[in-house]
C-alpha cells in the first residue's frame, strides 16, 4: 500500500519543483520613458519558462517632439537566456521597420524590412548574445542576465538597425548605491555597458533585475515605475539654450 502513496509523493514534488523551476525564470517589469526627467512615453516586458526554454517579449511607446516610436518585440531564449530567435516590428515617425532575426548553424540571419526594401545580413553567432532594439527594457534585463552569468566577460548585442550589426559589450562595475522600490529600501548594482562607443548606465536589484537605466540616446532613461534611485543618477533638467 506504500507504493501508490510514494508514488503520488514524488509525482506532487516534482510537479511543486516545476512550478518553483518556472517562477525562478519568470520576470517581467513596467517602466516609464523619460528624457531630462520628463515622462515621454511607456515600455515593458514579460520573460515566461516553457518546456524548451523561455519566451520574452517587449513593448514600447514614446511620443514626443521629433520622436514618435513604437516596438512590439517577441523572442525565443534558451534557460541560460541564449538567443533562439527574435521577430520586431517597429514604427519610426510613420515609417514601418520589420526584423526577423533566427539562427542558422554558427550564424545568427537578420532579414530587415523598411521603406518598401528588405535586406538579409548574416552575423557571427557568439553563446552570451543580446538582441537590443533601442529602448527595450526586455533586452537590457536579458543583458544583465547574461553579464551575471558569465562574470561581466564575452557578451555581445546584435543590434537590429540599418543592415545589423554585432558589437561586443564592454562592462565595468561600480560601487553599490541606494533605493527604494515601492516605498521600501533596495540595494542597487551598478554596472556601465559600452556597445559601440555608446554608454548606458544599468541599475539592477538584488536578482540583477533591472530596475534603472540611463540610455545612450541623449537625456533618454527606463525607470521601473516604483522605483527611486537615491540621489538620482542625473539629476534636474540641462540649462536652457
Known amino acids: 500500500m506504500d507504493r ?3 508514488k503520488l509523493a514524488f509525482i506532487l514534488l516534482a510537479s511543486t519543483l516545476a512550478l518553483a523551476s518556472a517562477g ?4 517581467s517589469g513596467s517602466f516609464v520613458v523619460s528624457q531630462h526627467g520628463t515622462a515621454v512615453g511607456t515600455a515593458s516586458f514579460r520573460r515566461t519558462a516553457t518546456p524548451k526554454g523561455l519566451d520574452s517579449s517587449s513593448v514600447v511607446r514614446v511620443d514626443m517632439k521629433g520622436l514618435n516610436y513604437s ?6 531564449l534558451s534557460r541560460a537566456n541564449q538567443l533562439r ?4 516590428s517597429a514604427t519610426v515617425n510613420g515609417s514601418a521597420v ?4 533566427f539562427m542558422d548553424a554558427s550564424q545568427m540571419v537578420l532579414t530587415m524590412s523598411a521603406n518598401g526594401r528588405s535586406t538579409t545580413t548574416r552575423l557571427a553567432m557568439h553563446e552570451a548574445a543580446v538582441f537590443l532594439p533601442d529602448f527595450d527594457p526586455g533586452a537590457l534585463d536579458t543583458l544583465l542576465a547574461l553579464a551575471a552569468a558569465n562574470n561581466n566577460r564575452n557578451v555581445w548585442a546584435i543590434i537590429p538597425k540599418q543592415a545589423g550589426s554585432v558589437a561586443p559589450v564592454q562592462l565595468a562595475t561600480y560601487a553599490d548605491e541606494t533605493g527604494t522600490l515601492n516605498g521600501k529600501p533596495v540595494t542597487v ?9 555608446g554608454t548606458t548606465d544599468l541599475f539592477s536589484g538584488p536578482k540583477d533585475e533591472l530596475l534603472q537605466a540611463e540610455l545612450p540616446q541623449a537625456g533618454f532613461a527606463l525607470v521601473r515605475k516604483g522605483f ?7 539629476p534636474g533638467a540641462p540649462p536652457a539654450e
Open 4 to 6: 501508490p502513496i510514494s
Open 24 to 27: 525562478a525564470f519568470a520576470q
Open 71 to 76: 516596438l512590439s518585440k517577441a523572442e525565443s
Open 85 to 88: 530567435n527574435a521577430q520586431l
Open 98 to 101: 520589420s526584423v526577423d532575426a
Open 189 to 197: 548594482h551598478h554596472m556601465v555597458a559600452t556597445i559601440s562607443g
Open 228 to 234: 527611486v534611485l537615491t540621489p538620482p543618477a542625473n
